[in-house]
C-alpha cells in the first residue's frame, strides 16, 4: 500500500473515532454540535478551553460529557474564593513513620480537569494554573512533577455576574485555545432535553468510546497535517494586522498564531482531509483569537466589539488560493 493511501487511511480512521466522541457527548448535550466539535478539537490540538455563558446552558455538562467520553483520568476542581495554590497543584505532607516528605497530587493529576467557576477562585490560585497548562508540569517545594498525556483543562465561567470574582488576567486567558459560548438551545433540542434530563441524568450512563492513548494518535497525526507555506503567511499576516489596529491595545500574540495552526490541523483532520484549506482557519479564528484581544481605552468607551474587529481584520486579508 502506497504512503499516500496509508496516510488517506489513517486520517478516516481519525475522522470516524472523532464522530464517535462527538456523537456521545451529544446524547447528554444536546443541541450543541458545534461547541461539542470546538471542544474535541480543542483536546486534540494539546489546548484548554474556555467556556463562557450564563448559568444553566450546560457548560460543566459539556465538560462532565466530554471526560466521560474518554476512557482516561478526570477531576473536577470547584474554583472557590477560599481555594488554595495548594489545593491544585498538591502539597508536601511529613510522613512521621517514616521521616520523609511524601508529595500528595492536588486536582491538577488528571488527563482532562474540570474547573469550574474559575474566576471565583484568587489570582494567586488562578496563577498556579499557569507553569501546568503551558509547561504540562507542576513545581512543589523545587521538584517537577510531569503531567500526563492527554492533558487538558476545561474551565466555565459566569461572564454575567461579576460580584465576587476574579476577571482572568491577559496571561491567563492566553494559555486558553480557545474561548466558546454554550448559548441557549433552540426549541426542539429543549424539548428533546425535558425528556432526557428529566428522568434520569444521561451522563451517569455515559460509556467511553475512546481511551487515552486513542487520543495520543489523533494529536500524533493531526500534528502531521499539511499546511501550505502560503496558509502560514496568512495566519502570520492576520495576526500582524490585529498589532496593528487602531482599535486594538493588544493583537494576536505568536502563542495565539500557533494555536490557530494546531486547531486548524484538526479540524482538517476531523472532516477527513489531510490538508487544512482557507476555510479551516477562518471558521476557527473567533473561538481562538478574539479573546486574546484587548480593545483600547476609547475603543472600549464606544462599547466597540472584538469579534467585529477581529471580523473586519479578516475580511481585509487576502485570503490565499490554495489547493
Given at each position: 500500500m502506497s504512503?499516500?493511501?496509508?496516510?488517506?487511511?489513517?486520517?478516516?480512521?481519525?475522522?470516524?473515532?472523532?464522530?464517535?466522541?462527538?456523537?456521545?457527548?451529544?446524547?447528554?448535550?444536546?443541541?450543541?454540535d458545534e461547541a461539542i466539535r470546538l471542544a474535541m478539537l480543542c483536546l486534540v490540538?494539546?489546548?484548554?478551553?474556555?467556556?463562557?455563558?450564563?448559568?444553566?446552558?450546560?457548560?460543566?455538562?459539556?465538560?462532565k460529557a466530554l471526560a466521560g467520553s474518554l476512557?482516561?483520568?478526570?477531576?473536577?476542581?470547584?474554583?472557590?474564593?477560599?481555594?488554595?495554590?495548594?489545593?491544585?497543584?498538591?502539597?508536601?505532607?511529613?510522613?512521621r513513620a517514616n521521616g520523609s516528605f511524601e508529595f500528595r497530587p492536588g486536582g491538577i493529576f488528571a488527563n482532562l480537569v474540570v474547573g469550574d467557576e474559575i474566576n471565583r477562585a484568587s489570582p494567586k490560585t488562578q496563577s498556579?494554573?499557569?507553569?501546568?497548562?503551558?509547561?504540562?508540569?507542576v513545581t512543589v517545594d523545587g521538584t517537577t512533577y510531569r503531567l500526563q498525556a492527554p492533558f487538558m483543562v476545561i474551565a466555565t465561567q459566569n461572564p454575567v455576574e461579576h460580584e465576587g470574582t476574579y476577571p482572568l488576567p491577559e496571561s491567563q486567558l492566553d494559555r486558553f485555545l480557545m474561548r466558546i459560548g454554550m448559548g441557549y438551545p433552540d426549541r426542539a433540542a429543549e424539548i428533546g432535553i425535558l425528556d432526557t434530563h428529566g428522568r434520569t441524568d444521561p451522563a451517569a450512563s455515559l460509556q467511553p468510546v475512546a481511551s487515552a492513548a486513542d487520543v495520543s494518535t489523533?494529536?500524533?497525526?493531526?500534528?502531521?497535517?499539511?499546511?501550505?507555506?502560503?496558509?502560514?503567511?496568512?495566519?502570520?499576516?492576520?495576526?500582524?494586522?490585529?498589532?496593528?489596529?487602531?482599535?486594538?491595545?493588544?493583537?494576536?500574540?505568536?502563542?495565539?498564531?500557533?494555536?490557530?495552526?494546531r486547531a486548524a490541523r484538526a479540524r482538517a483532520a476531523s472532516m477527513g482531509r489531510d490538508y487544512v484549506v482557507p476555510d479551516d482557519l477562518k471558521v476557527l479564528a473567533?473561538?481562538?483569537?478574539?479573546?486574546?484581544?484587548?480593545?483600547?481605552?476609547?475603543?472600549?468607551?464606544?462599547?466597540?466589539?472584538?469579534?467585529?474587529?477581529?471580523?473586519?481584520?479578516?475580511?481585509?486579508?487576502t485570503v490565499p488560493s490554495t489547493r
Open positions: 504512503r499516500s493511501r496509508v496516510a488517506a487511511r489513517a486520517v478516516q480512521t481519525f475522522s470516524e473515532s472523532f464522530d464517535a466522541v462527538v456523537a456521545n457527548v451529544a446524547t447528554v448535550v444536546q443541541g450543541k490540538a494539546e489546548g484548554h478551553l474556555l467556556i463562557e455563558d450564563v448559568p444553566g446552558v450546560g457548560k460543566t455538562s459539556l465538560a476512557d482516561c483520568s478526570w477531576r473536577r476542581i470547584q474554583f472557590t474564593p477560599d481555594l488554595l495554590p495548594s489545593d491544585v497543584t498538591g502539597v508536601s505532607v511529613y510522613n498556579a494554573l499557569l507553569e501546568a497548562m503551558e509547561e504540562r508540569q489523533m494529536t500524533a497525526l493531526a500534528s502531521a497535517i499539511h499546511v501550505a507555506p502560503s496558509l502560514k503567511g496568512y495566519i502570520v499576516d492576520v495576526a500582524a494586522a490585529t498589532r496593528l489596529h487602531p482599535q486594538l491595545a493588544l493583537g494576536v500574540s505568536p502563542r495565539a498564531a500557533l494555536g490557530l495552526l473567533l473561538p481562538v483569537l478574539e479573546h486574546r484581544l484587548a480593545l483600547t481605552g476609547d475603543a472600549q468607551l464606544r462599547g466597540v466589539n472584538r469579534a467585529d474587529i477581529l471580523l473586519s481584520v479578516l475580511g481585509s486579508v
